[in-house]
C-alpha cells in the first residue's frame, strides 16, 4: 500500500498546487485513495506470485487488479521522469494515461462481461472469490468507470 500511495502522491501532487476548495480536497483525497489502492495490485501481484509463492495464486481479479494498476505505474514514471515540464502540456503523459486507462478498463470490462454475464447462471457462480486480493481485484473491475474518472480529475 505504501508503494501505490507513493505513485498516487506523484499523481495528485500538481493538482494540490492548485487552489482548491473544500470539496476541491474531498474529491482529491477520494482519487488519491482511488489511485493508490489501484496502483498498490502490480506490487502486490508480484510479492503474492513470486515472493510468498502461495498455492492456487493468482486468481482472476488478482490479475485484474495487477492489471489495473499498470497505467497509473507507468504514468508515474514518465510523470517523475518530466518533472520540469508542466503535466498539461506533457503530451506522452497524458496520451499514456488516457489510452493506457481506456485499454485496461475495456479489457477488465470484457473480462469481467465474459466470466460472469455471458455464461449460464451455474458456470458464473462457480467462479471463486475466495482470497481478499481476488475480491478486491473484482471490485475494481467491475468499478472500472471510476478508473476512468480518476484519470480524468489527474489530467483536468
Known amino acids: 500500500m505504501v508503494m501505490g500511495s507513493a505513485i498516487a502522491s506523484i499523481h495528485t501532487l500538481r493538482v494540490m498546487r492548485g487552489d482548491l476548495t473544500g470539496a476541491g480536497w474531498a474529491m482529491l483525497w477520494l482519487t488519491f485513495a482511488g489511485v493508490a489502492v489501484t496502483a498498490t ?34 504514468t508515474a514514471v514518465i510523470q517523475s521522469a518530466t518533472s520540469g515540464s508542466e503535466t498539461r502540456q506533457d503530451s506522452l503523459f497524458t496520451l499514456s494515461l488516457g489510452v493506457g486507462l481506456g485499454v485496461v478498463c475495456l479489457t477488465a470490462l470484457g473480462v469481467v462481461w465474459a466470466t460472469w454475464v455471458m455464461v449460464p447462471p451455474e458456470q458464473a457462480a462457480r467462479v471463486e472469490v475466495a482470497p481478499w486480493t481476488n475480491r478486491v481485484g473484482l471490485i475494481l473491475a467491475i468499478a472500472w468507470p471510476i478508473q476512468c474518472g480518476l484519470g480524468l480529475v489527474v489530467l483536468n
Open 41 to 74: 495490485g502490480p506490487f502486490l501481484y508480484l510479492g503474492r506470485r513470486y515472493a510468498r509463492r502461495i498455492a492456487d495464486y493468482p486468481k482472476i481479479g488478482d490479475r485484474l487488479w495487477a492489471m489495473l494498476g499498470v497505467p497509473w505505474l507507468l
